[in-house]
């Protein structure tokens, strides 16, 4: 009876050897797939949830084909434009001085924001007569955004017409500061922005890299 005991107890603790090794493993490889998979998250995650305080939009239309026009007249009539549908490529970001170079989206959903810089739907195209609020993964179309420096060039050539702007201010601020959107603004502006990692690996991006442009030139959009 001793022995069939003694017997039970060393199977008892051979299992345990065994298993709980496993199992810390298991637990050790979910906690690092969640902790990565936050932060892939938060990369994607379509800056209408953490800006704009509303669910995004999730519309899959994507039509990259445009034809750009070259016409920087100082005026063109609204009726002579063909205004770009959601999810329709009308137009090229291009900050030379960065390297970024990618197509202007109407539109910023999930399918929009993986192939180009996106212009959120409640914000004016350009020429309109307001901000031009235009968005792009870090890691995607508006890679090295975070270097541009005050004073450079931002060119924007549309199916309608070629704009330039001239950066005024760039900084990394707060995701949740609607004010730093500049959708009230009247005047031609830009302001384009990207989700801002700086030295944070783990965890939320609570932070975005906003690029600010004066209007330059480019053709006005009148009734």
């Known amino acids: 009876?001793?022995?069939?005991?003694?017997?039970?107890?060393?199977?008892?603790?051979?299992?345990?050897?065994?298993?709980?090794?496993?199992?810390?493993?298991?637990?050790?490889?979910?906690?690092i797939f969640f902790t990565f998979n936050s932060v892939i998250k938060d990369n994607k995650l379509y800056q209408d949830v953490m800006v704009y305080n509303k669910t995004p939009n999730f519309g899959t239309n994507l039509n990259l084909d445009f034809t750009p026009s070259n016409d920087t007249s100082p005026t063109k009539n609204l009726t002579d434009i063909v205004f770009p549908a959601y999810g329709q490529a009308y137009g090229v970001v291009d900050i030379p001085s960065v390297g970024v170079k990618t197509p202007l989206i109407y539109g910023d959903g999930a399918k929009q924001l993986e192939n180009g810089a996106c212009q959120y739907i409640g914000s004016k195209i350009p020429g309109y007569g307001g901000t031009s609020l235009i968005s792009g993964h870090?890691?995607?179309?508006?890679?090295?955004?975070?270097?541009?420096?005050?004073?450079?060039?931002?060119?924007?050539?549309?199916?309608?017409?070629?704009?330039?702007?001239?950066?005024?201010?760039?900084?990394?601020?707060?995701?949740?500061?609607?004010?730093?959107?500049?959708?009230?603004?009247?005047?031609?502006?830009?302001?384009?922005?990207?989700?801002?990692?700086?030295?944070?690996?783990?965890?939320?991006?609570?932070?975005?890299?906003?690029?600010?442009?004066?209007?330059?030139?480019?053709?006005?959009?009148?009734?």
């Open 1 to 31: 009876m001793s022995k069939l005991t003694i017997t039970k107890k060393n199977i008892t603790r051979l299992l345990l050897f065994i298993f709980i090794p496993i199992a810390f493993s298991i637990l050790g490889a979910f906690l």
């Open 138 to 223: 870090n890691f995607g179309a508006f890679k090295g955004l975070e270097n541009v420096k005050t004073g450079s060039s931002i060119r924007i050539t549309t199916t309608y017409g070629k704009y330039e702007y001239r950066i005024t201010a760039a900084s990394a601020q707060s995701a949740a500061d609607s004010k730093l959107l500049n959708l009230a603004d009247q005047k031609d502006n830009l302001v384009l922005y990207t989700c801002y990692i700086g030295d944070k690996f783990i965890g939320d991006i609570d932070k975005r890299f906003y690029v600010y442009g004066e209007y330059v030139s480019g053709p006005k959009l009148q009734q």
